[in-house]
Structure formats: C-alpha cells, structure tokens
C-alpha cells in the first residue's frame, strides 16, 4: 500500500511538472507572440517611402552642361538646380528666400544624384522634361504617414506652408507610398531616407567569408591532428585546455581583446573584415561602410 501511495504521489508530481512545464512554454510562445506583433505593428511603415512627382526639364542652361559626353563636366552639372526650378514652377507662390528654403525641405536631398542617373542613362532627355518620382524628405515622409492616425498628424519639422503644399500634392495624386527598395539597396547614409542596410550586408558577408577561410581549415586540421595523430603529452594537453578554454568563455570577450590587438597594436583600419571578424556584432554592423550613390 505504501509503494503505491509513493507511485500515486510520484505520478501526480510529474503530471503536474508536464503541465507547468507546457504552461510556461505555452506563455513564451505568446510572449514571443505579442513582442513579434507589437514589433511588427509599429515598425511596417519603416517599408514604405513617401514619393513626389516632380516635372522636370532638363535645361542646359540651368546643368551648365555644353558637352553630356564630358564626364568632369557632368560631375560638376547644376542638377540641384533642375530641383529647385521644378519645386519652384509647382509652387510658384513661394517667392521669398525663406519659402524657397521652407520649399526645399520637401526632397531629398539626394533627388538631384537621381535626376543625374535619369539623365546618364538616357542621353537624349537633355533639353527635354518628363516626370519623376523622387524620395521625399524624411521629415515629409513621417508627417505624410501619420495623416491618417487617430491621434492627429505628427508633425514634428513641418511648417503650415509645408503641410498646405503637401495637401495640394495629395489632391493632384503627386504623392505617394511606394515600397522603400532604397532600405535594401543603399547604404548607411547621413540623410535617414536614402539610408539601407546594403553596406550592412556586404560586410556581413565579406566577414563570413573571411573568418570561413581562417577559422574552418585550420580548426579540421588541428582537430584531425590531436585525436588521430598528436601525442599525449604536456603540449597537446596545453593545447586541449586551451580549446576548452575558448568554448567556455563567451566569444564577444575574446572579440574585443582582438578587436583591441588589431586597431591598436597593428593598426589596422576597423572597417576592413579582417578586423571586423574581431569586433562583436553590434559593431560590425554599423563601423562597416561602403559608398552610395546617393550618400
């Protein structure tokens, strides 16, 4: 009777740790769940981009472009000023210095690199003019998003000349939300909307490979040697102790000690990959940097 009184109480205790056992994993899930959708909620917008159409005519005159062919002088083309004169023909009551400046603030500053694509693909638009879509402000692309919020607009930056040409560009379907291409294909960048996680991922890459062709060979190699053919000895048992040394201890420790060696002993510059595999992730992420075409 004893023995089953204790059997009885022994199963008991397992169903009730099985149970707690699916409850705290069940309420991780949802945990899990609720942070992934609350992430999610609030950071979709970061995929979307605010447009504006723009007419523009690529005058000569205004580029100080004589000869398209010449690549320093094309270099040096006043494509800002194509810009300023489209914003300036939509809005024509902007006439002051300050409505100019105020005007301004409605693009990138980074349309005048894509007007200047535009214009290298296709040779035969100098002189002519067409429509382009091009990246608005960061300041106009959070005020244009949050127009539909419940809680009012937010805007921030946004002066009321400015909102009043924003609500003259919707009535004309000149802006728009298209999917932000830019967030993969750019790199990090001073301007928040032509900034992308391209640079990011490259070096992410060149890293990996790097620390592949060091870390793979040479860790099957030593492998191989202390199990099949090294001899047990003082060394090899250094050695072991050593390898156990390195599993035990977390690897962003030995990151930034080589991190330290590499920058400040050797001097080598931190965003090149050999000197990135040392660096713990947060860091390599945001020290590598490669150019833009519109940074």
């Known amino acids: 009777m004893a023995l089953k009184a204790g059997l009885a109480r022994r199963y008991r205790r397992e169903r009730m740790f099985k149970t707690w056992g699916v409850l705290s994993i069940a309420f991780s899930?949802?945990?899990?769940?609720?942070?992934?959708?609350?992430?999610?909620?609030?950071?979709h917008g970061a995929f979307l981009q605010t447009y504006v159409r723009i007419d523009v005519t690529y005058d000569q005159d205004v580029l100080e472009l004589t000869n398209i062919h010449d690549e320093k002088q094309f270099a040096l083309a006043n494509f800002d000023g194509l810009v300023k004169q489209s914003l300036q023909q939509r809005f024509p009551e902007a006439s002051g210095r300050k409505d100019k400046r105020e005007l301004k603030?409605?693009?990138?500053?980074?349309?005048?690199?894509?007007?200047?694509?535009?214009?290298?693909?296709?040779?035969?638009?100098?002189?002519?003019s067409e429509s382009v879509w091009v990246l608005a402000d960061d300041d106009i692309d959070t005020y244009y998003k949050s127009l539909d919020d419940d809680e009012g607009a937010f805007t921030g930056k946004v002066g009321e000349k400015i909102q009043r040409w924003v609500g003259e560009l919707q009535e004309t379907d000149d802006i728009e939300l298209r999917f932000n291409t830019t967030f993969f294909s750019n790199g990090d960048s001073r301007e928040p909307e032509q900034a992308g996680i391209w640079g990011a991922v490259k070096g992410s890459f060149f890293t990996l490979m790097v620390t592949l062709a060091l870390s793979f060979p040479i860790g099957v190699a030593a492998a191989l040697y202390l199990e099949e053919f090294a001899p047990k000895n003082k060394w090899t048992d250094f050695i072991e102790v050593n390898i156990n040394n390195l599993a035990a201890v977390p690897s962003?420790?030995?990151?930034?000690?080589?991190?330290?060696?590499?920058?400040?002993?050797?001097?080598?510059?931190?965003?090149?990959?050999?000197?990135?595999?040392?660096?713990?992730?947060?860091?390599?992420?945001?020290?590598?940097?490669?150019p833009s075409n519109l940074d």
């Not at 899930?29 to 950071?43: E, M, Q, R, Y």
């Not at 296709?122 to 002519?128: E, F, K, W």
């Not at 965003?271 to 940097?289: A, D, E, H, V």
């Open 105 to 128: 603030k409605l693009i990138s500053s980074g349309a005048g690199y894509q007007l200047a694509d535009r214009l290298r693909e296709t040779p035969s638009l100098l002189g002519n």
């Open 29 to 43: 899930i949802l945990c899990l769940a609720v942070l992934f959708t609350d992430i999610t909620s609030k950071g």
């Open 252 to 290: 962003i420790i030995f990151g930034l000690l080589g991190l330290a060696i590499f920058i400040n002993f050797f001097q080598v510059p931190r965003s090149i990959p050999i000197s990135m595999l040392n660096q713990p992730k947060i860091l390599s992420s945001s020290t590598c940097r490669f």
